[in-house]
């Protein structure tokens, strides 16, 4: 229920800036991490996954170059054969072959989650909601509302978007199409891509929940405190190039990708972001409970990765719930709920009996 994560902050909406909010309570100051003390434990992370990387590098890229070796002809080959067929044309291949992607992935994978807010099937799935109770079935008028906004943006800002990224990606040169990247720089690349998207993604989201962009462009996004996959990119259009499409391509941009990098990169991005918001945390799938919590509570959870809040401070609240206990990667089928019950739960059935 949304009142099991009520506290202080609850009331207050999302108009203020996190950091205010934050340090306004005497015991949330107290317990905000000093950007020291925050920077170390984000280097102890980095450090530690650097030397296991290390280690473990070898024997990785044995297996890896071994995978490669037998299947990198035959993903040439598919790419060979895909070419042949569309044409080489760079702006056919870049502006539209990236939108009838895009769109195409958004809106099957999407479209399985809408089914299941729409039916409540299966019955099982109800288990890992989030947040129980919301969106079961889901309001079809507001659902429309968030298709044809998610079309808009797709349609109409996508497009001529998609044209400005191919002429930026032209200035500034890319691979030849023909021949496709390396496994290892594939890799190389998707890391940049995701590290670049983390900071550009924090900080403009972040700069949306200022005052004033929030009130005029960042509430639409927000109109849900509990997601459903496709309000993803339910939002307002400035919001949709500046926080949604600009942190992606940056990377791509930097490292002068590949089309076909840009394009896993983008799918890989595409579902990371319908399940951020898809209100259920399924076994084996990355933890949503960040960015669910933060359309619950607005003030906390900015990034993709959760580094820079963690290096900001602004998962403080989030950290003191039990939606941050289960903000991990479940390996068994038992939901999150019931593998980390809330404590006032428990404390009420015990007293019930
Ligand atoms: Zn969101
Ligand atoms: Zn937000």
Redesign the pocket.
């Known amino acids: 229920m949304l009142g099991e994560f009520e506290d202080e902050s609850s009331s207050s909406g999302g108009e203020l800036t996190p950091t205010r909010k934050n340090n306004s309570h005497p015991q949330n100051a107290q317990q905000n991490p000093s950007i020291l003390s925050s920077l170390r434990s984000v280097l102890i992370v980095l450090s530690t996954a650097l030397i296991c990387f290390a280690a473990a590098r070898n024997s990785i890229t044995w297996h890896c170059q071994r995978f490669w070796g037998a299947s990198g002809d035959f993903w040439q080959a598919q790419w060979d054969k895909f070419l042949d067929t569309v044409g080489e044309d760079p702006f056919y291949l870049w502006v539209y072959g990236t939108f009838i992607l895009s769109f195409g992935v958004y809106w099957l994978f999407g479209g399985i989650y809408t089914f299941m807010d729409m039916t409540n099937k299966p019955a099982a799935i109800r288990r890992y909601k989030i947040q129980p109770g919301t969106n079961e079935p889901v309001d079809n008028r507001k659902l429309l509302k968030v298709i044809w906004y998610v079309l808009l943006n797709q349609v109409v800002v996508g497009i001529p978007s998609s044209m400005l990224m191919y002429w930026a990606m032209k200035w500034r040169g890319y691979p030849a199409l023909r021949e496709l990247p390396t496994f290892h720089w594939v890799l190389y690349e998707l890391a940049v891509h995701i590290l670049t998207e983390e900071a550009a993604f924090y900080y403009s989201?972040r700069f949306?929940?200022s005052r004033y962009l929030y009130k005029y462009i960042?509430k639409q996004?927000?109109e849900w405190t509990a997601p459903i996959a496709v309000t993803a990119i339910y939002c307002n259009p400035i919001e949709h190039i500046f926080s949604n499409l600009l942190p992606p391509f940056l990377g791509v941009f930097i490292m002068g990708s590949h089309v076909a990098t840009a394009w896993l990169w983008f799918t890989l991005a595409i579902l990371s972001t319908l399940n951020a918001h898809s209100g259920y945390h399924l076994p084996f799938f990355p933890s949503p409970e960040a960015h669910d919590f933060?359309h619950l509570k607005?003030n906390n959870c900015?990034g993709v990765l959760g580094v820079l809040d963690r290096l900001h401070g602004t998962d403080t609240s989030f950290r003191q719930t039990r939606a941050y206990v289960r903000h991990i990667m479940m390996l068994s089928f038992i939901p999150p709920r019931e593998a980390f019950p809330e404590p006032n739960t428990c404390k009420h059935k015990l007293g019930k009996r």
């Open positions: 989201h949306l929940h960042h996004h927000h933060h607005f900015f």
